[in-house]
């Protein structure tokens, strides 16, 4: 079993920065793909971020982040964390991490986070 805690939420005013941390315990043996999920009140969950990859990972971002947030991750502390700049009212949501944990007996498993409120507001 593997948990995924995550910290750094907060209300925020636009324009300024935030950042977000999921670390995963438990029974780990690789990781493959680390993201950053929000869901904010009536919308649907999106993707915001993710990255794969250790030693030369490869990040996506939806578009309406990209050049303010950056996804980035240390796989031997099993963290990863989403840096936000320049924040604007409409990045308000319920941000989740989750992280796809290969195992070589039972292939890959996703995990979830409880999420983080991030309320930005002037």
């Known amino acids: 079993q593997v948990q995924l805690e995550e910290s750094g939420g907060g209300v925020m005013r636009p324009g300024e920065s935030l950042r977000l941390a999921c670390v995963a315990s438990?029974?780990?043996?690789?990781?493959?793909?680390m993201g950053w999920y929000r869901q904010a009140p009536g919308k649907e969950r999106e993707l915001v971020a993710s990255?794969?990859?250790?030693?030369?990972?490869?990040?996506n971002y939806v578009d309406s982040v990209r050049g303010r947030f950056t996804v980035f991750a240390d796989h031997a502390k099993n963290t990863v964390w989403l840096q936000m700049n320049n924040l604007k009212p409409e990045d308000t949501a319920v941000y989740s991490c989750?992280?796809?944990?290969?195992?070589?007996?039972?292939?890959?498993?996703?995990?979830w986070g409880q999420g983080t409120q991030v309320t930005v507001s002037p």
């Open positions: 438990g029974n780990i043996f690789r990781i493959n793909t």
């Open positions: 990255i794969i990859g250790g030693s030369s990972p490869r990040t």
């Open positions: 989750t992280m796809n944990i290969y195992y070589s007996t039972t292939g890959s498993v996703d995990y």
